[in-house]
């Protein structure tokens, strides 16, 4: 995330959701989880990120952010420390992976998403 202009990419974000919700009934936006790959000052800024998230659309009612952030860290940790387990070790050409959720992780993120799902239609 190094060189990545947080504030625009805010920006553009912001332009992204009011573009959908002239178009959609309600939007499920995902937090985004935590990447082993990336050093732990990155992974701040992804957690600083998905705040934002929250504060920005917890007051638009056809807005739902999920917390996917949290399932993928140690609960122990001072820092999001993401846990290993739930992504990809090695990439197609084997070399290491470590930024794609593996199987595992990505059932995580399904029944997150359609826990979310549910809560709307009740």
């Given amino acids: 995330m190094k060189g990545v202009n947080v504030d625009g990419l805010k920006q553009s974000h912001k332009k992204l959701v009011k573009y959908c919700s002239r178009r959609f009934k309600h939007i499920i936006l995902c937090q985004i989880p935590p990447i082993p790959k990336l050093p732990v ?40 420390y993401p846990l290993v387990r739930f992504f990809e070790l090695t990439s197609s050409s084997n070399t290491t992976d470590l930024i794609h959720l ?20 009740v």
């Avoid at 998230?53 to 001072?78: E, G, K, R």
């Avoid at 997150?112 to 809560?119: E, G, K, Q």
Wanted: glycine share 2%; charged share 10%; proline share 5%.
């Fill in 102 to 121: 593996n199987r595992d992780g990505l059932l995580i993120l399904q029944n997150i998403i359609l826990s979310a799902v549910a809560a709307l239609s």
């Fill in 41 to 80: 000052d990155v992974n701040e800024t992804i957690r600083l990120f998905n705040l934002w998230l929250v504060d920005v659309y917890s007051q638009n009612p056809l807005v739902t952010v999920v917390q996917s952030f949290h399932p993928f860290i140690a609960a122990d940790q001072s820092h999001p």
